[in-house]
């Protein structure tokens, strides 16, 4: 039985397949240990900045803490930068030497 042309049409525009559209690179952000900040400082900035409990921020601020670095998130770049610099200043107010940066994933 042959098919109406207005239902054919929409047969074909079913078939179609939509290009995919690429994600956007995402962004670490790294937290540097320091010998100077003290670690409730940066407990406090972890559950914050990066809404992490208590736990979890003790378990980063550690690992900063021994292996010298920690990946604290992963963001888009927007995102990533304003993390970045929202860290930055509130160590900076609290004359924390502090350090956080970002690099591509």
Known sequence: ?????????????????????QRPP???VLLLNDDFTPMEFV????????AMSHSQAMQVMLTVHRKGVA?????????????VAQVM????????PLQCTMEKE
């Open 89 to 96: 200043e509130l160590a900076r107010r609290q004359q924390h």
């Open 26 to 28: 995402m962004y670490k």
């Open 43 to 50: 407990v406090h900035i972890l559950e914050r900045l990066f």
């Open 71 to 83: 990946v604290v998130g992963v963001f888009s770049h927007e995102v990533a930068e304003t993390k």
């Open 1 to 21: 039985m042959p098919q109406d042309p207005v239902h054919r049409e929409e047969t074909e525009l079913n078939v179609k397949t939509r290009p995919k559209t």
